[in-house]
């Protein structure tokens, strides 16, 4: 499955129209392009111009069938055995890319924060590494995976809320 912006009408909502919500919450991003990027490693070669915190977002469903996206530092480690005890939910694993798809309206490579966009009746629950909340800035794709967002933690919350998405912080 491709998540780049070549299939990009192919998506529920367009990085344009996610665009245009970020612009009409007055919430101050930047925008950088590069070729399509599908792991932490492979974007970590496009960074100079991208000060700031990168994370690595998980999309998780556990034994009960409830949605997780778990969004944290990219290089932290995350023991998925140990995690549902810190969250409070069943065991966890990963959830299929039809499930993402059908869920948050992405293919995998383009997950982030900002897919709850397409999580209306909030069947997905959002998990936040806290130490991401202080940084300068924090970067997301927006919807694709061929564009990076920059915004600070304040946006990220002013976007949340608008979702009406709760995120749990958690310190891993």
Excluded: W
Aim: neutral net charge; charged residues 25%; proline residues 6%.
């Amino acid at each position: 499955m491709d998540a780049s912006s070549a299939f990009k009408d192919s998506l529920p909502t367009t990085p344009e129209s996610l665009i245009g919500k970020l612009e009409s919450l007055n919430i101050v991003f930047t925008s950088h392009h590069h070729p399509p990027l599908r792991t932490v490693e492979e974007s970590k070669v496009y960074r100079d111009n991208m000060p700031g915190m990168h994370v690595k977002n998980l999309y998780l469903r556990d034994k009960k069938k409830r949605n997780y996206l778990i969004v944290a530092d990219e290089d932290r480690v995350i023991d998925l055995k140990s995690l549902h005890a810190i969250i409070g939910s069943d065991r966890l694993s990963f959830a299929s890319a039809d499930r993402l798809f059908e869920m948050l309206g992405v293919c995998p490579g383009a997950v982030s924060p900002f897919t709850l966009i397409n999580d209306p009746k909030h069947f997905v629950s959002l998990v936040i590494d806290a130490e991401l909340m202080m940084a300068k800035r924090l970067y997301f794709h927006p919807l694709v995976n061929d564009i990076t967002l920059g915004v600070t933690p304040e946006g990220l919350s002013r976007f949340l809320a608008a979702t009406g998405h709760q995120p749990q912080l958690i310190n891993f």
